[in-house]
């Protein structure tokens, strides 16, 4: 059976009481140390479900956890010494603790030396917003009743939970007008792992080659940056050398889709039409790519617009 991590990122609305947080992108990667409780059971294949309390953001699988140290500030209460206090926004004094009932304007404080680690799992994402709330994801969890961060449940009946979905009729009237999204058909499958190996390799090598930089938009930070094929992975199930691009989430997306490609004729970006609405895209219409391109990359650039634009330039 496959473990899955249902784990808590709900950004700067997260009460982190006994540190300053993490710094999280769900899509890509989730940041902890060893200070969290399980902090070392997560791994490689694992499914990681991320929550933010109220309902899925979505999952994915671990191809990768980085792990490292760094100074870090912990904080606690004067009175009991204990790091479980809540800040409030509005009241004074400013914080409260959990467990003595101690009310304190500023928090004691010490440094630790922690392990760091860092789940990458990008590679095989699934938007989970609108699936399931959060009552039904702490069911789904060996303990549903924990109160800690990182919790461990059976991937396959979080599997069974999706799938359960597709019996909903998006289409309910008496849903208040909202349309219930789907999962993925089928769920998601371990397959999409092994079509995928190399993956962060290639990424790696990516941004050895360019640095951080989308190869249309130009530089971007490393956590919004995907290792973009140039062909079908999924025809060709192999990284060929200069086969692939840093490309930034979105614009990784529309290429797939053929919706942004570069003119094997001109050399420049072209735009479809039905994005030239949105500025942010319409602004690299015509443009010369930010990546310096080999003539491997411009071969399968080529390639990539026969397949997409071909059929539809007059």
């Known amino acids: 059976m496959t473990t899955a991590w249902l784990v808590l990122a709900v950004g700067e609305e997260r009460q982190h009481g006994g540190n300053d947080g993490y710094d999280d992108d769900p899509s890509q990667h989730y940041s902890w140390d060893d200070t969290v409780p399980n902090h070392a059971n997560l791994k490689v294949g694992d499914v990681i479900a991320l929550w933010d309390k109220k309902e899925l953001l979505g999952l994915g699988v671990i191809s ?75 069911a789904l969890c060996d303990s549903p009743r924990s109160q800690l961060s990182m919790r461990p449940a059976r991937w396959e009946k979080l599997r069974d939970a999706l799938l359960a979905l597709e019996d909903l009729d998006t289409d309910d009237e008496h849903a208040g007008g909202d349309t219930v999204r789907r999962p993925i058909a089928g769920g998601h499958r371990m397959a999409n792992v092994k079509t995928r190996q190399g993956q962060p390799a290639f990424r ?71 994005l030239l609405c949105y500025p942010a895209y319409a602004e690299l219409h015509g443009k010369i790519p930010r990546a310096r391109l080999r003539p491997e990359h411009e071969v399968w650039l080529a390639a990539h617009w026969r397949t997409h634009r071909t059929a539809t330039t007059p």
């Not at 009310?103 to 404080?109: C, L, N, R």
Request: net charge negative.
């Open 204 to 274: 790696k090598q990516l941004l050895k080659d360019h640095g951080q930089v989308c190869a249309f938009t130009g530089p971007a930070p490393a956590a919004a940056l995907q290792a973009a094929h140039l062909y079908s992975f999924a025809e060709e199930s192999e990284h060929h050398d200069w086969g692939g691009l840093l490309l930034r989430n979105d614009v990784h997306s529309l290429f797939d889709r053929g919706q942004i490609a570069v003119d094997p004729d001109t050399g420049l970006i072209d735009v479809d039409e039905e």
């Open 64 to 138: 990768e956890i980085e792990t490292g140290s760094e100074v870090k500030t912990l904080y606690f209460c004067p009175e009991c010494k204990r790091a479980d206090f809540k800040r409030r926004k509005k009241l004074k004094p400013t914080c409260v603790c959990n467990k003595c009932g101690a009310q304190f304007e500023e928090p004691g404080s010490k440094t630790k030396t922690v392990v760091t680690y860092r789940s990458r799992h990008g590679e095989v994402w699934m938007d989970g917003r609108g699936l399931l709330t959060g009552p039904e994801l702490r």
